[in-house]
């Protein structure tokens, strides 16, 4: 036996012991399904949700984490919270839910490391701004969870996507944190041709709840939540938007009023009513205590006028670059930087599905924010030029 043999026969143990370690209601990884079928050399060694994993930590997109605003932009201080954090406490939050509930913890962690991999520059002020954009340019809503499976499907490895399983771009899709959910039912009965539809669904009405396929997407939905709402209140804190005291009285007696205390209670609670059911819950009590939390933080933190934020200004800049960008592609200028730095070697089937509004959103969606104002400061503002007088 050669070792590409032994390994592949490791694997398919790993499988099968699924069955057996796993609760009834976990997603096995050998009920992964690909749009593209690919055989046991490509997948190796690993287990299907677990190669997932390490492609998306090797797209481009994810490195480009680094740099991309979580709720606070314009902002120097390097204690506060950036998305590749954000995405990090997610998976580790996420993955400890789903250990203690025996759930499939590599189909938790793919989730968790590609679900914001779509957000826009300057968070979800980016995200507003570029979907005003793409109505106007006759696209539909842009939102980040459609962007992230767009993204991983059809922009990375230059058009021709990483060929992500179901039950991973389901999740993605489906993660809508900011929506509030006491309890998630998963939507068991999905294969490719309904999320399609699901993903043209949103793009028309962001108001429709989509809800995942696996118990693990259930999961990452509700600590994706869990990661965001303490640590939010800690980096408002930090900066002196607010004080630990205005966070109202019964979230503080039900949740705590730090962000440990938070996450703690969150987890706990949403474990111990999960227990050996085939959905995820929160007792009504806590459920509650965290509604009134999101509404305290979106009032006092994610609406609030904060003067550094600079808003018109971001904003103006999106309507420029966006319109630079566009009139490049409709004439052509392959010096342009959209065609340098994003076109250049993009295969055919991108090129041809994809419309120049489309390409200028897919473009600027993937920037970090020190790239997007690099462009801006290169494209926007002019440049001076010195001369010796003779």
Known sequence: MNDSTMLNKLRDELDRAEEERLSPWACLSLNALRRREEDNIAKGHRQNFSLDTDRILHSLAYSRYIDKTQVFYLIRNDHITHRVLHVQLVSKISRTIGRLLRLNEDLIEAISLGHDIGHAPFGHDGEKFLSELSLQYGLGHFLHNLQSVRALEKIEKKGRGWNLTLQVLDGILCHDGELH????????????????KEIKDKEDDPSINLYPMTMEGCVVRMADTISYIGR?????????????????????????????????????????????????CFSEEVGDALNRLKEFNTENIYTSNLPWKQTLKIELMFKLLFERYFNNLEKGDESSDIYREFLEGMSSEYMDNTPNAGIVRDFIAGMTDEYFLAQCRKHLIPQTKFTLFQ
């Open 181 to 196: 959910s006491q309890a998630l039912h998963p939507d068991r009965e999905k294969d490719f041709q309904k999320i399609n």
């Open 232 to 280: 939010d209140i800690e980096d408002a804190i930090r900066l002196g938007l607010i004080k630990r005291d205005d966070i109202p009285e019964y979230c503080r007696r039900i949740l705590g009023e730090t962000n440990g205390t938070i996450v703690y209670s969150l987890v706990e609670d949403l474990i111990t009513n999960s227990l050996n059911k085939p959905y995820i």
